[in-house]
């Protein structure tokens, strides 16, 4: 049996000595990295970091586990904390003896107690319940999510909660959050979710920006593109024929200043007209959160900056 092809490095990176590639993959059953683009073994005998049981169902999985939850940001006690039951049963499903149930019950009073003892948990505690209504209603994913606790745990951190409603400051580091991962969700639609106004939740944006570190891009119109072009059930080619109309735009600094959604809609309004894939403007405004005053303005823009003919 040949013996495998060995990897050499370059600069930290780990590339194929028969083809030059640094792309491989990882097969756990035999434990081998594999050169994705020769099929070379690269190295063998990997070590299994995973469990030496094995499991067939989520009980038989959940049975034989020895370890919790992972840790996690969007809880207050970032899964770490223990949990009391409120059952009169133990473990292994026996009834607890009558003698040992006050003790328990005090046990379970004062660990109860014990995790709000401070005014920065109790905020953490009420802003990551917040958080998981306001994910949930808007679809948001768990990365995201974890980002946006991150973002409020700084936040926290840096005091800028204090003197503002929790509300406001969940619905800012979501919005962030969704910016940073680009999630087509604009101001209105977390507006719409969230239990404060638009001026409110704009202050409590632009007041993490300036005191979080925080990296957020700037809004494009080509990431509000899938959501919108879903709802209208448009074709892949009119989609793709609006990316083109936002980057020749964006090449020529037209885009500067304008709002994203106002943008995606109206390069979605030419593109279907151009693709023969037509859409109304109130059904685009409608779908884009904009108004139609909007559409037309941006599409005139649009098609006066780039000299695009559109038929009637």
Known sequence: MAKPARSTRQKGIAVCSICGGNEFFEDL???????????????ERHIDSGPEWRAFTAEERDARARTGSPMTLTMADKGLATTIGWSDRDANGRTIAASSRAAIYRM??????????????????????????????????????ETSALIYRKALAKRLVRGRSIEGMVAATIYLSCRIHKIPRQLDEIVTEARVNRKELGQCVRLILRNVDVKVPIPSAN???????????????????????????????????????????????????ITDDRRTQREIAEASNVTEVTVRNRYKDLANSLKITIKP
Do not use: F
């Open 108 to 145: 379970r009073k004062w660990q109860i107690r014990t995790l709000v003892h401070s005014s920065q948990h109790r905020n953490l505690s009420i802003a990551m319940s917040e958080m998981d209504r306001l994910t949930s209603q808007l679809g948001v994913p768990h990365e995201t999510k």
């Open 223 to 273: 990431d509000l593109m899938p959501r919108i072009s879903a709802d209208l059930q448009l074709d892949g080619t009119t989609v793709q024929t609006a990316m083109g109309i936002i980057n020749d735009a964006r090449e020529r600094g037209i885009t500067a200043g304008k709002d994203p959604g106002g943008l995606a809609a109206a390069a979605l309004y030419i593109a279907g007209i």
């Open 29 to 43: 059953a035999r434990g081998e990295s594999i050169c994705t683009s020769c099929g070379c073994v690269i190295n």
